[in-house]
T-cell receptor, first 116, second 119 residues
Framework: EAGVAQSPRYKIIEKRQSVAFWCNPISGHATLYWYQQILGQGPKLLIQFQNNGVVDDSQLPKDRFSAERLKGVDSTLKIQPAKLEDSAVYLC??????????????FGPGTRLTVL | AQKITQTQPGMFVQEKEAVTLDCTYDTSDQSYGLFWYKQPSSGEMIFLIYQGSYDEQNATEGRYSLNFQKARKSANLVISASQLGDSAMYFCAMREGGDSGGSNYKLTFGKGTLLTVNP
């Protein structure tokens, strides 16, 4: 079974530029998460989708960040315009429709963003 | 207040020895879940072990076990017989809310512990 795919793996941009990240979850997984992991910290949830609907975006900086999952499969996270403090690893995770008792989240390899 | 506290920024252990990574949590929910993830230098988060708040026995998965002390709100990870490949960041995380299959399974992570296994 293929895992969670993310691209690009690395991105370097200048502040005020725009950037987009792509995530393809494990086939059949209904729930998709985007996390931001700043160096030296644990991941922080930015947004959670259930199919193509948003479940939780309370920690998404909506003035510059946006995300979509139009067909309930893959997802795109965009930052426009980027700030220096957006430098981080952006992790995508997916989990199946809750059937497993603990609904484990499966993570992709992440996209490392550097804003100069 | 932090919901997940990992007080050990770094830990060292000799190969083949056991090591305990500390995690304390804060929640007012009666039903919750605790997770441990491993993050090697490649960056991917790897699920290790889960403990539900109503589980009566401590969780075990191979060389990993979770020392769950509910009254103390601690969920320490024990790795037995450490291997060189265990060198990585380890994160404790909590899901508030039960196992009933609700749709909002948000995880809150601690800051992590960097484990180094010495040969």
């Amino acid at each position: 079974e293929a895992g969670v795919a993310q691209s690009p793996r690395y991105k370097i941009i200048e502040k005020r530029q725009s950037v987009a990240f792509w995530c393809n979850p494990i086939s059949g997984h209904a729930t998709l998460y985007w996390y931001q992991q700043i160096l030296g910290q644990g991941p922080k949830l930015l947004i959670q989708f259930q199919n193509n609907g948003v479940v939780d975006d309370s920690q998404l900086p909506k003035d510059r960040f946006s995300a979509e999952r139009l067909k309930g499969v893959d997802s795109t996270l965009k930052i426009q315009p980027a700030k220096l403090e957006d430098s981080a690893v952006y992790l995508c995770a997916s989990s199946p429709r809750p059937v497993a008792r603990y609904n484990e989240q499966f993570f992709g390899p992440g996209t490392r963003l550097t804003v100069l | 207040a932090q919901k997940i506290t990992q007080t050990q920024p770094g830990m060292f252990v000799q190969e083949k020895e056991a090591v305990t990574l500390d995690c304390t949590y804060d929640t007012s929910d009666q039903s919750y879940g605790l997770f441990w993830y491993k993050q090697p230098s490649s960056g991917e988060m790897i699920f290790l072990i889960y403990q539900g708040s109503y589980d009566e026995q401590n969780a075990t998965e191979g060389r990993y076990s979770l020392n769950f002390q509910k009254a103390r709100k601690s969920a320490n990870l024990v790795i037995s017989a450490s291997q060189l490949g265990d060198s990585a960041m380890y994160f404790c995380a909590m899901r508030e809310g039960g196992d009933s299959g609700g749709s909002n399974y948000k995880l809150t992570f601690g800051k992590g512990t960097l484990l180094t296994v010495n040969p």
